[in-house]
Structure formats: C-alpha cells, structure tokens
C-alpha cells in the first residue's frame, strides 16, 4: 500500500501526515519553531503541485505535544 501525502478529490486536495521534516537535508531540527517553519513549507510544497495555493480557502493545523 502507498502513501500519499496530497490526495486530490474532484476540487479537492487533502494533505496529513506532514511533519517539520527537511527532506532536502534528511534532519529534523530540535527546535519547535524551526519544525514548524518547516511542517508548513512540507505542506505548501505539497500543495503546489495539484492546486493553486492562491484557491486556497481552508487550512487546520494540529500540533501534538510530543515525549522524549
């Protein structure tokens, strides 16, 4: 089964799942701020290749205090 971080239905594109991850270095920062700079970069990257961001109308964003 794949994954898909973007799902387009009809006019419609769902994006989760998508974390502070950098993907273009392979690290996650340990800061909350720089993760969440980049959770929001993952997701508008996400979104620019089905849609135009400037359509956008609705965005949620949960953050889930996290253990270590």
């Given amino acids: 089964m794949g994954y898909s971080r973007a799902v387009k239905v009809k006019n419609l594109v769902f994006v989760?799942?998508?974390?502070?991850?950098?993907?273009?270095?392979?690290?996650?920062s340990?800061?909350?701020?720089?993760?969440?700079?980049?959770?929001l970069n993952n997701?508008?990257?996400?979104?620019?290749?089905p849609c135009d961001l400037?359509?956008?109308?609705q965005g949620t964003l949960?953050?889930?205090k996290g253990r270590r």
């Avoid at 989760?16 to 996650?28: E, L, N, Q, R, V």
């Avoid at 340990?30 to 959770?39: A, F, G, K, S, V």
């Fill in 16 to 28: 989760s799942g998508t974390t502070g991850y950098d993907y273009s270095t392979m690290t996650i």
């Fill in 30 to 39: 340990d800061y909350l701020l720089d993760q969440t700079e980049q959770c």
């Fill in 43 to 49: 997701i508008i990257e996400a979104l620019s290749k």
């Fill in 54 to 57: 400037g359509r956008c109308c």
């Fill in 62 to 64: 949960y953050t889930v």
